[in-house]
């Protein structure tokens, strides 16, 4: 369980002047999965209050690191994190954040289809980030093992924001080809400490995550499968998460997209988030949420009525 | 009361004048321990503490009693019919819908009349429910209420439902023990609810709000009954007219956006008030998972989604207490009526 400081953004800055200058794999050094991250020996990651931070809300973000989508790692130890904290900390749509990352890979082909961080709230993150196995695998079917991430949020993950406080954390899941229709028994226990009954498909899988956390699934549109395939995509995606599902077309406003769909969900209207960007971040993030509806707020001890 | 030791006395939590009092002759009472416990009258090293103390109590007790909120004998009084009801309770709890009050022998649920429909939902529900022959009218008819009877007042609607005396509502229950259950106690009242829920399945109903706060148990004869919660109850891909704020949560998002009643909802909703009653009240599961008290394998089965038929889903529930609990057995729940309704 990490948590227990702050972001400080002067580590940042001298830890991204040194990353900024190397490549992906003299950044992701290991070669086969780092004990630390591996979900066959965790049964429970936690996101606690603490003094410092005494309502934390977890986000967890799941990034693909197959073929094509190595780069989404290399941009986050580079830019992204820093971009990150410093929006979710300036704008302040949610409090105290824990970050999680998580490294998505296909459960059918790869030694290492999920690894899985600590939740953390300081540049301890980016050290655990620099852990994750960059494999470039990923299979010759069209989809990689997105659900991993939701079955490990939804089943080994301890949140004080939820338990305490009823409040969902976040799970993005972020690549560029099709959700997968769910992972086998076999599989799940072959990756997780689990013995399940059954096989999980995906919607149940994201039904169980949803309980405890709202989550988005980033389509990368640079990516090689959707460069080709974005409707069909995007169609697929959004059948399962409705409006959480959104394409983002330039992957180096990543960050601002995640803090802009927090934004959002937290009850900032649609053009108000667009509109405190700007420059080509501001095309990137119109494009991807502009059709996106702020939710109503409802109390919990209300009766929900149908017409 | 003239027995009471000034340690007893002040043990007694502010907000609880019914441990001291009693509801109609409070001001009596009181006043005969403040002339006991008086410094003026009293050298006991603690006399000022006791008589600061029972003034508070007394606070408690005008405040409880001129609210109507009075724990152990308070009365609910209302005008239906031209004609005026009192009627003792024991317990009172607000809901979505209005307040329940609970009595020895019976469940009020005072609802306001806005939701008329879905009032007229649970009696209509209630009034058609079917049994296949005499065995089954025997085993499932004190599980769901029975006999019930309607009241109008000006803006309330009023369904009286009976019970005996010992049935617990099981929120109490839960929070008589500190806000969690022995899992072999959970397992009980799981095992009889999987049964209730296959009643439900051969009626083709969906209850659609089981929670600790619809279900009542006996831990004297181990038997549960499903009292609350039949207004948001609708037949199989029926139109749902509405659903508990509280439990959304943990309907499917399939299920909220067709709007449509689907069995496989009251077997997650009774998971839901399993993990409840181990002690994650979010329904959610997992708080438990730090827990050492209860097999990491029967929590994980509880969290799982339910897709399978009640019957279906019981058979492995079934075996997965033998895997985690060994061959049943009865375990008395020590807590008697009176150690939750005094």
């Not at chain 1, 991993?148 to 949140?159: D, G």
Request: charged fraction near 25%.
């Amino acid at each position: 369980m990490g948590g227990t400081s702050r972001w400080v953004a002067d580590d940042w800055d001298k830890y991204a002047t040194t990353t900024r200058t190397k490549t992906t794999d003299k950044i992701f050094t290991s070669r086969k999965m780092h004990a630390d991250l591996d979900p066959k020996t965790i049964n429970i990651r936690e996101s606690r209050d603490s003094d410092i931070n005494p309502e934390s809300t977890p986000i967890i973000t799941a990034v693909d690191v197959t073929g094509s989508m190595g780069m989404i790692a290399t941009y986050f130890v580079q830019h992204g994190l820093g971009n990150f904290f410093t929006e979710i900390l300036n704008r302040k749509p949610i409090t105290d954040p824990h970050l999680m990352v998580m490294g998505i890979g296909d459960v059918n082909y790869d030694d290492a289809p999920l690894q899985v961080s600590q939740f953390e709230c300081d540049l301890t993150i980016a050290d655990q980030l620099e852990k994750i196995y960059v494999e470039h695998g990923g299979g010759n079917n069209n989809s990689e093992s997105y659900d991993l991430a939701a079955y490990f949020a939804a089943y080994h993950t301890s949140i004080d924001s939820f338990e305490k406080r009823g409040k969902k954390g976040y799970l993005f899941t972020i690549g560029d080809e099709m959700p997968p229709s769910g992972t086998s028994k076999i599989l799940l226990e072959q990756f997780t400490v689990d013995t399940p009954q059954t096989d999980a498909d995906f919607k149940t899988t994201l039904e169980a995550a949803e309980k405890m956390y709202n989550v988005y699934h980033i389509i990368i549109a640079e990516g090689n499968y959707a460069k080709t395939y974005l409707d069909k995509v995007k169609a697929a995606w959004t059948e399962l998460l409705g409006q959480n599902a959104v394409v983002l077309k330039d992957y180096t406003t990543l960050s601002e997209l995640m803090v802009s769909l927090i934004e959002i969900n937290e009850g900032r209207a649609v053009d108000d988030v667009i509109g405190s960007w700007s420059g080509t971040t501001a095309i990137a993030i119109s494009s991807a949420v502009k059709d996106l509806t702020t939710k109503p707020t409802s109390s919990s001890t209300d009766v929900i009525l149908f017409d | 009361m003239i027995t009471l030791t000034a340690e007893h006395i002040l043990l007694i939590p502010k907000d609880h004048p019914e441990k001291l009092f009693t509801y109609d002759n409070y001001v009596k009472e009181s006043r005969l321990l403040l002339k006991i416990w008086h410094p003026d009258h009293s050298i006991h090293p603690q006399s000022h503490a006791v008589t600061i103390h029972v003034l508070e109590l007394i606070k408690s007790a005008k405040y409880k009693i001129s609210n109507n909120t009075w724990t152990n004998n308070a009365i609910l009084e209302f005008r239906a019919n031209d004609t005026t009801y009192r009627l003792h309770y024991k317990k009172h709890h607000k809901f979505e819908l209005g307040d329940m009050y609970i009595s020895d022998t019976k469940i009020i649920y005072v609802v306001d009349i806005k939701y008329k429909k879905l009032f007229y939902n649970a009696v209509n529900n209630l009034g058609h429910v079917k049994y296949a022959d005499d065995h089954m009218k025997l085993q499932f008819q004190p599980c769901i209420p029975k006999s019930s009877t309607v009241y109008t007042t000006d803006n309330n609607l009023i369904l009286l439902i009976n019970k005996t005396r010992d049935m617990l509502l099981l929120q109490d229950v839960i929070d008589h023990f500190n806000g969690k259950l022995d899992v072999k106690h959970t397992a009980w009242v799981v095992s009889r609810l999987y049964n209730i829920s296959a009643f439900l399945e051969y009626n083709k109903l969906v209850h659609n709000a089981i929670s600790p706060m619809t279900v009542f148990i006996s831990p004297v004869c181990h038997t549960v009954c499903l009292y609350g919660g039949w207004w948001y109850s609708r037949k199989n891909d029926e139109k749902l007219l509405g659903v508990p704020g509280n439990l959304i949560n943990m309907f499917p998002k399939d299920v909220i956006s067709k709007k449509l009643a689907d069995s496989k909802v009251d077997r997650l909703l009774l998971k839901g008030t399993a993990i409840a009653a181990l002690g994650d009240e979010t329904m959610v599961g997992s708080k438990l998972l730090t827990s050492k008290n209860i097999p990491a394998g029967l929590i994980n089965w509880l969290r799982q989604p339910s897709t399978t038929k009640a019957s279906t889903e019981y058979k492995d529930w079934s075996s997965i207490l033998v895997k985690y609990l060994g061959p049943r057995t009865f375990t008395k729940l020590d807590l008697s009526v009176d150690d939750i309704y005094k």
